[in-house]
């Protein structure tokens, strides 16, 4: 158990709607990472949040969004989901801000659009 | 630009035998390297990571890797392949914790079949 939660494990829905995916850290980290695993793509990086703030951005589209509240849980919104954007949701992660340190990560979110 | 690719997209070995999963990387910076597991429908798990200290990196159930800079590799290995060992295994290449410079960027992974 790597101390990071995820919320839902499973999520159905239909093209066209918006989801929200949850992301509870370790406790004391301040770092949350977003990743989207999929057949065709792999593992991407979507994007980092450090202590509530934006540090990198990698591929994520703009029918994608997320932040990280005071409590340094973090969620990840999806809007006018496709098809295509069924995959596995991580978020991981790390004590400080430095992109090159380990990263813990949660067990996932499967999303699947119908 | 940095990169990383694994060599192998599958691997199939026999139980009690020698595992070999290859990595090459590409870095213009000096890379944190790292290697981590997913086991199916779970998260990712740290096997192990080189950030420039030893060359030979020892991590959890009897994993080691190799830092070979003039080969640009980091091959992971383990003398006596498990069957609890059957998993995707992934090489990713971070920037160094000290001068940072780039996203970290993960291979597309290599699925270990290990046969009774």
Request: hydrophobic share 35%.
């Amino acid at each position: 158990d790597s101390g990071v939660t995820q919320t839902p494990k499973h999520l159905i829905t239909a093209t066209g709607q918006r989801v929200t995916l949850r992301c509870s850290p370790r406790s004391g980290d301040l770092s949350v990472y977003w990743y989207q695993q999929s057949l065709d793509q792999g593992l991407q990086f979507l994007i980092q949040y450090y202590n509530g703030e934006e540090r990198a951005k990698g591929n994520i589209l703009e029918r994608f969004s997320a932040q990280q509240f005071p409590d340094l849980h973090s969620e990840l919104n999806l809007s006018s989901l496709e098809l295509g954007d069924s995959a596995l949701y991580f978020c991981a992660s790390t004590p400080d801000r430095a992109l090159g340190n380990e990263q813990f990560f949660g067990p996932g979110t499967r999303l699947t659009v119908l | 630009a940095q990169s990383v690719t694994q060599l192998d997209s599958h691997v199939s070995v026999s139980e009690g035998t020698p595992v070999l999963l290859r990595c090459n990387y590409s870095s213009s910076y000096s890379p944190s390297l790292f290697w981590y597991v997913q086991h199916p429908n779970k998260g990712l798990q740290l096997l192990l990571k080189y950030t420039s200290a030893a060359t030979l990196v020892k991590g959890i159930n009897g994993f080691e890797a190799e830092f070979k800079k003039s080969e640009t590799s980091f091959h992971l290995t383990k003398p006596s392949a498990h069957m609890s060992d059957a998993a995707e295994y992934f090489c990713v290449v971070s920037p160094h914790p000290n001068t940072g410079g780039f996203k970290t960027i993960f291979g597309a992974g290599t699925r270990l079949f290990v046969k009774a």
